[in-house]
């Protein structure tokens, strides 16, 4: 089976342009995370989506973020507009939640520099 | 609210010897998972090694293997026979079996293997 699928891998832009991750969750997955990655703050919790209804977005940082999750299949992370601060390695996981599950696999990341 | 705390920042071993990776963490539930992620320079996170909390047998996986301490709150990862490619950080890391799924993560802790 396929793993999460994120794109892009590598992303330069400058700072106050519009930065769109993507994310394809593995198939039959219910559960889909965003997480943030940096030096100073380490693995954040960005927001969670259960069955494509977001449950917990008390991590997104602030208004310039937002999430969607139009299908089972595809979800997006939104940057607007972006700033130096947001550089950082974001990752896209996804779950099933049963008893033999509950296990988080995540994408390879998107590496975003903001300049 | 759950916590998860790895107290040891750096490691080191010298190559083929074994290596124990300290977890702590903090919960009032009684049934849950508990998970190691490694992740190389590359950034992706790779799942380890996964300890059910209502199993009292602790799990291995190869050369990994974890000490399962429900009492006290610990989850130690037993590295044995080193190699450089276990040169990483690891993580450890608490998911709830009921409601809201989203990993909580230590600290993480570099791992350096000396040839």
């Known amino acids: 089976d396929a793993g999460v699928i994120q794109s892009p891998r590598h992303e330069v832009t400058e700072m106050g342009q519009e930065v769109t991750l993507r994310c394809k969750p593995i198939?039959?997955?219910?559960?889909l995370f965003w997480y943030r990655q940096t030096m100073m703050r380490g693995l954040e919790l960005l927001i969670y989506?259960?069955?494509?209804?977001?449950?917990?977005d008390s991590g997104m940082p602030e208004d310039r973020f937002s999430a969607k999750m139009p299908n089972a299949s595809f979800s997006t992370l939104k940057i607007q507009p972006s700033e130096p601060r947001d550089s950082a390695v974001y990752f896209c996981?996804?779950?099933?939640?049963?008893?033999?599950?509950?296990?988080?696999?995540f994408g390879e990341g998107s590496w975003l520099t903001v300049v | 609210a759950q916590t998860v705390t790895q107290s040891q920042p750096e490691m080191s071993v010298q190559e083929a010897e074994t290596v124990t990776l300290s977890c702590t963490y903090d919960?009032?539930?009684?049934?849950?998972?508990l998970f190691w992620y490694k992740q190389p320079p590359s950034r992706q996170m790779i799942l380890v090694i996964r300890?059910?909390?209502?199993?009292?047998q602790n799990a291995t996986e190869n050369r990994f293997s974890v000490n399962f301490q429900k009492a006290a709150k610990s989850f130690s990862l037993k590295i044995s026979d080193s190699q450089l490619g276990d040169a990483a950080m690891y993580f450890c890391?608490?998911?709830?079996?009921?409601?809201?799924?989203?990993?909580?993560f230590g600290q993480g802790t570099r791992l350096t293997i000396n040839p």
């Open positions: 996981a996804s779950s099933s939640h049963d008893r033999a599950g509950n296990t988080i696999y």
């Open positions: 198939s039959g997955h219910n559960s």
């Open positions: 989506f259960n069955n494509n209804v977001p449950i917990d």
């Open positions: 919960t009032s539930e009684s049934d849950y998972y």
């Open positions: 300890q059910e909390a209502y199993k009292q």
């Open positions: 890391a608490f998911n709830r079996i009921q409601g809201a799924q989203k990993l909580v």
